[in-house]
């Protein structure tokens, strides 16, 4: 009996010992120091961070932005000195005059001037920018160095947008590396990732979603407090777990954990309002061409409950100007169309419908119409179906892959469908999702007053001026109503603390809605 | 030939275990509107509620009621299951017993394709063609019947080829009679066994397949699916929700394919008679 | 000995999924370039590019060409270009590829070599309650379908109780390396093997089981029985080894139902291989990624099938193409 027990215990040994180690970590997680500073992201690979390289997303504009700089950036307040220490607008000549640093090196130790510059931005003009865009009404038209380290654009058309769009978005790339480069995409060694920034590029992984950046001792602002920042990949869902565990710096978390989070000792941010889910109308079938029957569906369906239930109350509900009303730019005189289902019957009732057995009918036939929308939208256009239902309307709801939503939105094969885009800090998207060709603007041309109004805004270089003609165009267009703004989101993030992580204001270069400032981690703020 | 198969499933311990626990889903699925306490769809701000008198098993993510959804999505499985399960056995015993009654060359070419499809892996080409279409209920049930009555025809096949030579059958082909008299009469009412438990497999293939499709998100997502369920579920798993609308969902999908798998394997031996004997209760 | 046939069957099998893979964006509404690259890659794409792209697919051109053209990128290795990694598609497959090879590897291995041997003392007992236990104990266990074990064991190992890792294959820039680094790396598999190997243990039981019930009757059993040979090696030399065989050619087609209970672990536990990726691809509508892993994978398992059917005659000699 002995014997077979002795035999038997090597056996098991060697197992119960493997299983030991595997249960019980190598090493604890840990708090992280200053030294270190680790970001959860959920999707992780986001390209290889060089101007050319990364994918044209914020997140991705993002892991570049911390290796490389632009002419002017923002902080929580708004515009600040980069590279840039001083600039002017010349209204005559329609030209920016920038005043550059003379104390900035680039990653391989030479010194930085107004040959850059100038570089970059024609080089940019032969080779197209994801992020930036200098042909066009965007456009520069010549670009002169003054002497080394002053240079002066000249604009083709006055641009509004234009330091927040272009001098705070594109990023300035070293000539003695690019010049020669006819394809911007074969360079993918580390001589892609050589800028101006505070920190250097250590490691990337494609598969893992990785990124480890390390600290430039030669910042011209000092070398940055935190030496070294990990960009890790983990899944939406157990982010919480690993904040709360300490393996993680900060994240963006879903709504419902915020005040586990405070509670566990984290900061929590939420961002100001970047993005919208709109309903888009197909204003050139009937019935929807008539104004008034766009305006009976904004009466039915009540957004300040769409919010409370699909978004579970994290949300804000959507203005019919499209601008949030969070935002500078908001016309607090907007009509709303507040819930009101009198109203839309009303209004149906006006255009020739009648009630009958709880739908609307005219000249025999049922109004039905049909919602398309994409599968991540289930919730929302459920809601819609059913308030439209109750008001009277008939809706089929339909999701279908994303792609084939927008194909046949693009041409004009639906009656409803649901769809969403951000940039709402500048209005110079407006032009572009209400007149723009494309499935992901409105299209709408009919009126004219407003077409002129939304070409206008993006020339208007006095602020003020400005205003006054995003304001009209929020009236007219919520007037008009060519789609319905649902609701916007609200985000948060959660952090340890240690770095003071901010929203920039209007958003990070051109509107990211991401609070990763690389001026974060350059100077202690508490 | 004559094999009884109600005295094998009730025979075996597993088997009367599997046919209870598919005729409660069964009753579930055709009861649901009377077991349901709400409307499944309707909305609600009551959100991600724990189990309470109103709600059984709480609420989800745009407050709607757990359980209520829980009971139709029994219909969702087990209307593709046995949909699935009637279309693809109906094609392996048609494309099977013609195969094995006409012979010659159209046996060569259904079989070479038969062949063909079995090699394939069925669920990577239903997922991708899945992601392009974005099926509805019935155009996935016709998918998943085209992806899978090729197993059955092998089986059917080889059964009508024994059958063939059976005495009556020589009979009636010696008196001239024609290959759909013979298959009707003669063939097919022998195939009975087999052809419950090509079903039963078809079905529980179907089953599990609509929610792995709707777990992935690539099914009609207005549809009440238990797949799709634990798809939600998990996107709020760092919430303790999981405990009332994760867990009884796996469990009832769990509980139905085990079901079948039981009773199928019960009605195994009716196959493969040197299995009988293997459990005896 | 090996009959024409069964060549016949892998090319039509082969061409069928080649056919799917063509026709399939092209019959999406609109235009076949924003079938295949979606919206924000049209968006965002230079016009040279697009130009370049419609040239090299030949999307303009009757379809007979197209299908050329199709062809003829194939058999030069190119996959089609990934747009949203900004990459041609095969190498951020095969990135992602070694990944999944240890998932699958070793969870086929494990569930193979434990669904044997328990299907060899269960068919050895026969009927009694130890077999009786242990088959309706994995049929159930067989139930489950993969995903929702692999949600089960992350909750609980992972969340609750919080003793494994909670995704991914290793601790990102840890600086571990040497065992350090492999324990890392085994403690991120553990629970993704567990929940595949669980998933699919009852099939090679199950099979193994019954052929060794059938096996035990054979004469041969008989007389190994009567030399008085030990149980072990009746068990395991004898009756055993012979139950193998129908687990060795079922192993083709598992293989295809463990890739893809791989894609559904995969994204439970956000393990970054293919499974992974294919996921993460169906989300962002990056078409040329899921038709190119799709082929990848379709081919592997056809090639695998096909080596085994070459091979079963050779473990077999009784075994003859009857057809």
Same mark, same amino acid.
């Given at each position: 009996?002995?014997?077979?027990?002795? %035999?038997?215990?090597?056996?098991?040994?060697?197992?119960?010992?493997?299983?030991?180690?595997?249960?019980?970590?190598?090493?604890?997680?840990?708090?992280?120091?200053? /030294?270190? $500073?680790?970001?959860?992201?959920?999707?992780?690979?986001?390209?290889?961070? /060089?101007?050319?390289?990364?994918?044209?997303?914020?997140?991705?504009?993002?892991?570049?932005?911390?290796?490389?700089?632009?002419?002017?950036?923002?902080?929580?307040?708004?515009?600040?000195?980069?590279?840039?220490?001083?600039?002017?607008?010349?209204?005559?000549?329609?030209? $920016?005059?920038?005043?550059?640093?003379?104390?900035?090196?680039?990653?391989?130790?030479?010194?930085?001037?107004?040959?850059?510059?100038?570089?970059?931005?024609? $080089?940019?003009?032969?080779?197209?920018?994801?992020?930036?865009?200098?042909?066009?009404?965007?456009?520069?038209?010549?670009?002169?160095?003054?002497?080394?380290?002053?240079?002066?654009?000249?604009?083709?058309?006055?641009?509004?947008?234009?330091?927040?769009?272009?001098?705070?978005?594109?990023?300035?790339?070293?000539?003695?590396?690019?010049?020669?480069?006819?394809?911007?995409?074969?360079?993918?060694?580390?001589?892609?990732?050589?800028?101006?920034?505070? $920190?250097?590029?250590?490691?990337?992984?494609?598969?893992?979603?990785?990124?480890?950046?390390?600290?430039?001792?030669?910042?011209?602002?000092?070398?940055?407090?935190?030496?070294?920042?990990?960009?890790?990949?983990?899944?939406?869902?157990?982010?919480?777990?690993?904040?709360?565990?300490?393996?993680?710096?900060?994240?963006?978390?879903?709504?419902?954990?915020?005040?586990?989070?405070?509670?566990?000792?984290?900061?929590?941010?939420?961002?100001?309002?970047?993005?919208?889910?709109?309903?888009?109308?197909?204003?050139?079938?009937?019935?929807?061409? /008539?104004?008034?029957?766009?305006?009976?569906?904004?009466?039915?369906?009540?957004?300040?409950?769409?919010?409370?239930?699909?978004?579970?109350?994290?949300?804000?509900?959507?203005?019919?100007?499209?601008?949030?009303?969070?935002?500078?730019?908001?016309?607090?005189?907007?009509?709303?169309?507040?819930?009101?289902?009198?109203?839309?019957?009303?209004?149906?009732?006006?255009?020739?419908?009648?009630?009958?057995?709880?739908?609307?009918?005219?000249?025999?036939?049922?109004?039905?119409?049909?919602?398309?929308?994409?599968?991540?939208?289930?919730?929302?256009?459920?809601?819609?179906?059913?308030?439209?239902?109750?008001?009277?309307?008939?809706?089929?709801?339909?999701?279908?892959?994303?792609?084939?939503?927008?194909?046949?939105?693009?041409?004009?094969?639906?009656?409803?469908?649901?769809?969403?885009?951000?940039?709402?800090?500048?209005?110079?998207?407006?032009?572009?999702?209400?007149?723009?060709?494309?499935?992901?603007?409105?299209?709408?041309? /009919?009126?004219?007053?407003?077409?002129?109004?939304?070409?206008?805004?993006?020339?208007?270089?006095?602020?003020?001026?400005?205003?006054?003609?995003?304001?009209?165009?929020?009236?007219?267009?919520?007037?008009?109503?060519?789609?319905?703004?649902?609701?916007?989101?609200?985000?948060?993030?959660?952090?340890?603390?240690?770095?003071?992580?901010?929203?920039?204001?209007?958003?990070?270069?051109?509107?990211?809605?991401?609070?990763?400032?690389?001026?974060?981690?350059? %100077?202690?703020?508490? | 030939?004559?094999?009884?198969?109600?005295?094998?499933?009730?025979?075996?311990?597993?088997?009367?275990?599997?046919?209870?626990?598919?005729?409660?889903?069964?009753?579930?699925?055709?009861?649901?509107?009377?077991?349901?306490?709400?409307?499944?769809?309707?909305?609600?701000?009551?959100?991600?509620?724990?189990?309470?008198?109103?709600?059984?098993?709480?609420?989800?993510?745009?407050?709607?009621?757990?359980?209520?959804?829980?009971?139709?999505?029994?219909?969702?499985?087990?209307?593709?299951?046995?949909?699935?399960?009637?279309?693809?056995?109906?094609?392996?015993?048609?494309?099977?017993?013609?195969?094995?009654?006409?012979?010659?060359?159209?046996?060569?070419?259904?079989?070479?394709?038969?062949?063909?499809?079995?090699?394939?892996?069925?669920?990577?080409?239903?997922?991708?063609?899945?992601?392009?279409?974005?099926?509805?209920?019935?155009?996935?049930?016709?998918?998943?019947?085209?992806?899978?009555?090729?197993?059955?025809?092998?089986?059917?096949?080889?059964?009508?080829?024994?059958?063939?030579?059976?005495?009556?059958?020589?009979?009636?082909?010696?008196?001239?009679?024609?290959?759909?008299?013979?298959?009707?009469?003669?063939?097919?009412?022998?195939?009975?066994?087999?052809?419950?438990?090509?079903?039963?497999?078809?079905?529980?293939?179907?089953?599990?397949?609509?929610?792995?499709?709707?777990?992935?998100?690539?099914?009609?997502?207005?549809?009440?699916?238990?797949?799709?369920?634990?798809?939600?579920?998990?996107?709020?798993?760092?919430?303790?929700? !999981?405990? !009332?609308?994760?867990?009884?969902?796996?469990?009832?999908?769990?509980?139905?394919?085990?079901?079948?798998?039981?009773?199928?394997?019960?009605?195994?031996?009716?196959?493969?008679?040197?299995?009988?004997?293997?459990?005896?209760? | 000995?090996?009959?024409?046939?069964?060549?016949?069957?892998?090319?039509?099998?082969?061409?069928?999924?080649?056919?799917?893979?063509?026709?399939?964006?092209?019959?999406?509404?609109?235009?076949?370039?924003?079938?295949?690259?979606?919206?924000?890659?049209?968006?965002?794409?230079?016009?040279?590019?697009?130009?370049?792209?419609?040239?090299?697919?030949?999307?303009?051109?009757?379809?007979?060409?197209?299908?050329?053209?199709?062809?003829?990128?194939?058999?030069?290795?190119?996959?089609?270009?990934?747009?949203?990694?900004?990459?041609?598609?095969?190498?951020?497959?095969?990135?992602?590829?070694?990944?999944?090879?240890?998932?699958?590897?070793?969870?086929?291995?494990?569930?193979?070599?434990?669904?044997?041997?328990?299907?060899?003392?269960?068919?050895?007992?026969?009927?009694?309650?130890?077999?009786?236990?242990?088959?309706?104990?994995?049929?159930?266990?067989?139930?489950?379908?993969?995903?929702?074990?692999?949600?089960?064991?992350?909750?609980?190992?992972?969340?609750?109780?919080?003793?494994?890792?909670?995704?991914?294959?290793?601790?990102?820039?840890?600086?571990?390396?040497?065992?350090?680094?492999?324990?890392?790396?085994?403690?991120?598999?553990?629970?993704?093997?567990?929940?595949?190997?669980?998933?699919?243990?009852?099939?090679?039981?199950?099979?193994?089981?019954?052929?060794?019930?059938?096996?035990?009757?054979?004469?041969?059993?008989?007389?190994?029985?009567?030399?008085?040979?030990?149980?072990?090696?009746?068990?395991?030399?004898?009756?055993?080894?012979?139950?193998?065989?129908?687990?060795?050619?079922?192993?083709?087609?598992?293989?295809?139902?463990?890739?893809?209970?791989?894609?559904?672990?995969?994204?439970?536990?956000?393990?970054?291989?293919?499974?992974?990726?294919?996921?993460?691809?169906?989300?962002?509508?990056?078409?040329?990624?899921?038709?190119?892993?799709?082929?990848?994978?379709?081919?592997?398992?056809?090639?695998?099938?096909?080596?085994?059917?070459?091979?079963?005659?050779?473990?077999?000699?009784?075994?003859?193409?009857?057809?």
């Amino acid at each position: 009996m002995d014997k077979k027990v002795l %035999k038997l215990l090597p056996k098991l040994l060697i197992p119960a010992v493997i299983f030991a180690l595997l249960i019980f970590p190598s090493c604890p997680a840990g708090t992280p120091e200053i /030294s270190s $500073y680790t970001i959860a992201d959920s999707t992780g690979d986001w390209g290889y961070p /060089s101007p050319y390289a990364h994918y044209s997303r914020g997140p991705g504009y993002i892991r570049m932005s911390f290796i490389f700089e632009t002419l002017v950036w923002k902080d929580a307040s708004g515009f600040i000195p980069q590279l840039a220490e001083e600039w002017e607008y010349v209204a005559e000549e329609n030209a $920016y005059i920038f005043k550059l640093r003379d104390d900035v090196t680039w990653h391989d130790g030479e010194k930085f001037s107004a040959e850059d510059v100038v570089f970059t931005i024609e $080089y940019v003009k032969n080779h197209p920018n994801p992020f930036v865009t200098l042909i066009g009404p965007s456009g520069v038209r010549e670009t002169i160095a003054i002497d080394g380290y002053t240079v002066k654009l000249y604009l083709e058309q006055p641009y509004a947008p234009f330091l927040n769009g272009v001098a705070g978005t594109l990023p300035i790339i070293p000539k003695h590396i690019w010049e020669g480069v006819d394809d911007p995409k074969s360079l993918t060694g580390p001589e892609a990732v050589i800028g101006t920034g505070p $920190y250097t590029l250590a490691d990337y992984s494609k598969e893992h979603g990785t990124y480890l950046y390390k600290a430039y001792g030669d910042y011209y602002l000092g070398k940055p407090f935190v030496d070294e920042i990990k960009f890790v990949k983990i899944s939406e869902e157990m982010i919480p777990a690993a904040l709360k565990g300490g393996s993680v710096s900060a994240g963006d978390i879903p709504p419902e954990v915020v005040s586990e989070m405070e509670q566990a000792g984290l900061t929590v941010i939420t961002a100001p309002v970047a993005w919208n889910a709109k309903l888009t109308i197909n204003h050139r079938k009937e019935p929807m061409s /008539s104004k008034q029957f766009r305006q009976a569906l904004a009466y039915a369906i009540d957004r300040e409950a769409l919010v409370q239930i699909t978004q579970r109350g994290y949300g804000i509900a959507g203005s019919p100007g499209m601008v949030p009303p969070t935002s500078d730019w908001y016309n607090p005189d907007t009509p709303q169309y507040e819930y009101d289902r009198a109203k839309t019957r009303g209004l149906l009732e006006g255009l020739g419908y009648e009630l009958e057995d709880s739908y609307f009918t005219k000249d025999g036939e049922e109004l039905e119409l049909e919602l398309i929308a994409e599968a991540s939208f289930k919730e929302v256009g459920q809601f819609i179906k059913q308030r439209l239902e109750e008001a009277g309307i008939k809706v089929d709801f339909r999701t279908m892959e994303a792609k084939t939503v927008d194909a046949k939105v693009e041409a004009w094969d639906f009656d409803l469908s649901i769809y969403g885009h951000g940039s709402l800090y500048e209005p110079s998207i407006l032009k572009r999702v209400i007149m723009d060709e494309g499935f992901n603007s409105t299209r709408y041309t /009919s009126n004219e007053k407003l077409s002129q109004l939304l070409q206008a805004q993006l020339s208007e270089m006095d602020a003020e001026k400005r205003k006054e003609l995003v304001f009209q165009i929020q009236e007219i267009y919520a007037d008009d109503l060519p789609a319905l703004t649902l609701y916007y989101p609200k985000w948060y993030w959660a952090h340890d603390g240690n770095v003071n992580l901010f929203y920039t204001k209007d958003g990070l270069a051109s509107g990211i809605p991401i609070p990763l400032n690389r001026l974060s981690f350059v %100077k202690e703020q508490k | 030939m004559h094999i009884d198969l109600k005295k094998e499933i009730k025979e075996s311990g597993p088997g009367k275990i599997g046919i209870i626990i598919l005729l409660l889903m069964i009753a579930v699925a055709l009861l649901a509107p009377v077991l349901a306490r709400y409307d499944p769809y309707q909305q609600s701000t009551a959100s991600l509620l724990s189990p309470s008198w109103n709600h059984w098993l709480g609420t989800n993510h745009v407050g709607q009621d757990v359980w209520s959804r829980l009971v139709f999505g029994a219909r969702t499985s087990l209307l593709v299951g046995f949909g699935v399960g009637i279309l693809s056995t109906l094609l392996g015993t048609i494309f099977g017993v013609s195969a094995a009654l006409v012979g010659g060359l159209y046996e060569k070419v259904v079989m070479r394709i038969v062949d063909a499809f079995i090699v394939i892996p069925m669920v990577i080409i239903v997922i991708l063609i899945s992601a392009y279409i974005r099926p509805s209920i019935l155009t996935l049930i016709l998918l998943l019947s085209l992806l899978s009555w090729q197993g059955g025809a092998r089986i059917m096949r080889a059964q009508a080829l024994s059958l063939k030579e059976r005495g009556h059958v020589a009979a009636a082909r010696s008196f001239g009679a024609h290959h759909f008299y013979i298959a009707w009469r003669h063939i097919v009412p022998d195939l009975g066994p087999i052809l419950l438990v090509d079903f039963i497999y078809s079905v529980r293939r179907a089953v599990f397949m609509e929610a792995g499709l709707a777990f992935l998100g690539i099914t009609d997502p207005t549809v009440v699916s238990w797949g799709m369920m634990m798809r939600d579920a998990l996107s709020f798993s760092y919430l303790n929700v !999981w405990q !009332w609308w994760l867990v009884p969902t796996g469990v009832a999908l769990s509980l139905t394919i085990i079901g079948l798998t039981f009773v199928g394997h019960a009605a195994e031996p009716v196959i493969e008679p040197r299995l009988r004997g293997a459990e005896v209760a | 000995m090996f009959s024409k046939g069964n060549i016949v069957t892998y090319v039509i099998a082969f061409l069928f999924i080649l056919a799917l893979n063509f026709f399939l964006p092209r019959m999406m509404p609109g235009d076949p370039l924003m079938a295949i690259y979606g919206d924000e890659a049209l968006i965002a794409m230079t016009p040279e590019l697009k130009a370049e792209l419609v040239e090299r697919f030949a999307l303009d051109q009757p379809l007979w060409q197209q299908l050329g053209a199709y062809f003829g990128a194939l058999f030069q290795g190119e996959l089609g270009h990934s747009y949203y990694y900004n990459a041609p598609v095969l190498p951020v497959i095969l990135g992602r590829l070694p990944w999944t090879l240890l998932l699958v590897g070793s969870s086929l291995v494990l569930s193979t070599v434990l669904g044997i041997t328990l299907g060899i003392e269960s068919g050895w007992r026969r009927g009694s309650k130890t077999d009786r236990s242990m088959l309706a104990g994995l049929m159930g266990l067989n139930g489950f379908p993969d995903f929702f074990l692999g949600m089960l064991l992350l909750i609980a190992f992972g969340v609750t109780w919080g003793i494994f890792p909670l995704a991914g294959a290793l601790t990102p820039y840890s600086g571990l390396s040497g065992l350090a680094l492999l324990l890392d790396i085994l403690r991120h598999l553990f629970l993704p093997v567990a929940a595949l190997t669980l998933a699919h243990l009852a099939g090679g039981y199950l099979l193994t089981r019954n052929t060794m019930i059938t096996v035990l009757k054979e004469p041969y059993m008989l007389t190994a029985k009567a030399k008085g040979l030990s149980q072990r090696v009746l068990k395991y030399r004898h009756a055993g080894r012979n139950s193998m065989l129908p687990v060795v050619t079922q192993t083709g087609i598992w293989m295809g139902r463990v890739v893809t209970g791989a894609l559904f672990v995969e994204l439970v536990f956000a393990y970054p291989g293919v499974g992974y990726l294919t996921y993460e691809a169906l989300l962002a509508r990056d078409y040329p990624i899921i038709q190119g892993v799709f082929l990848m994978v379709a081919v592997s398992v056809l090639v695998i099938n096909f080596l085994i059917d070459l091979s079963y005659p050779k473990l077999d000699p009784r075994v003859s193409y009857a057809y």
